[in-house]
């Protein structure tokens, strides 16, 4: 199997469906989030040192830590702040914050279910756990492109194509590895059951 353009991996998609939270912004309100989120924040990572107090400057007393742990921990770190403000907001504010369903995820974006339809254009701001081991925590802003009802068994809902607009880099090759993770398990279960059958 030959290895997949960049371009074309991020529009890989896994049908499941998942829990998420959203909240719809103005454009101002994201441009003036766009000015103000500092992705470079400024830690050197490559080779970050701790040594605890009571040691010297030899090499025995230095901790070295992992710079795939620090980013993990830095980012981690970023994302909780936004969902801890976000949910600590007044109750006017809490109650714009609404609950849906992710389906069909790719590294490009996700199809949204919700109670209420939203406009082609609108932006959300949106957070979910696509995974708890290995834990993947998903924040990112995102665009409405398509808006159609959808019925279900409580009534009308409404599904809406969403593209993510500032996806962290390493959370899109987060979802991409995780999807081809679960696309190989589904093979080996099919070829499980077939395997199985024949045998019957």
């Known amino acids: 199997m030959g290895i997949i353009p960049r371009e074309r991996r991020s529009h890989v998609r896994e049908n499941f469906s998942l829990k998420l939270r959203f909240k719809v912004i103005?454009?101002?309100?994201?441009?003036?989030?766009?000015?103000s989120d500092d992705r470079g924040l400024g830690i050197e990572?490559?080779?970050?040192?701790?040594?605890?107090?009571?040691?010297?400057?030899?090499?025995?007393?230095?901790?070295?830590?992992?710079?795939?742990?620090?980013?993990?921990?830095?980012?981690?770190?970023?994302?909780?702040?936004?969902?801890?403000?976000?949910?600590?907001?007044d109750?006017?504010?809490?109650?714009?914050?609404?609950?849906?369903?992710?389906?069909?995820?790719?590294g490009s974006g996700m199809s949204i279910i919700t109670e209420k339809s939203m406009e082609p254009g609108t932006i959300i701001?949106?957070?979910?756990?696509?995974?708890?081991?290995?834990?993947?925590?998903?924040?990112?802003?995102?665009?409405?492109?398509?808006?159609?009802?959808?019925g279900g068994d409580e009534g009308l809902f409404y599904k809406h194509?969403?593209?993510?607009?500032?996806?962290?880099?390493a959370d899109r090759e987060a979802i991409i590895s995780w999807i081809f993770k679960k696309q190989r398990q589904?093979?080996?279960n099919a070829k499980r059951k077939e395997h199985g059958s024949t045998e019957t």
Request: proline letters at 6%; glycine letters at 4%.
């Open 26 to 35: 103005s454009p101002e309100e994201y441009e003036a989030i766009k000015a």
């Open 161 to 169: 194509g969403v593209k993510f607009l500032d996806l962290d880099p």
């Open 125 to 150: 701001a949106v957070n979910f756990v696509l995974s708890r081991f290995p834990m993947i925590l998903i924040n990112s802003h995102c665009e409405v492109v398509w808006t159609k009802p959808a």
């Open 91 to 106: 109750e006017k504010d809490k109650a714009s914050l609404g609950q849906g369903t992710g389906e069909d995820i790719s």
């Open 45 to 89: 990572k490559k080779n970050l040192m701790l040594c605890p107090p009571e040691a010297d400057n030899s090499d025995e007393s230095t901790v070295h830590i992992s710079s795939n742990l620090i980013n993990f921990l830095v980012n981690m770190d970023e994302k909780l702040d936004r969902i801890v403000a976000m949910l600590s907001e």
């Open 186 to 188: 589904s093979l080996r």
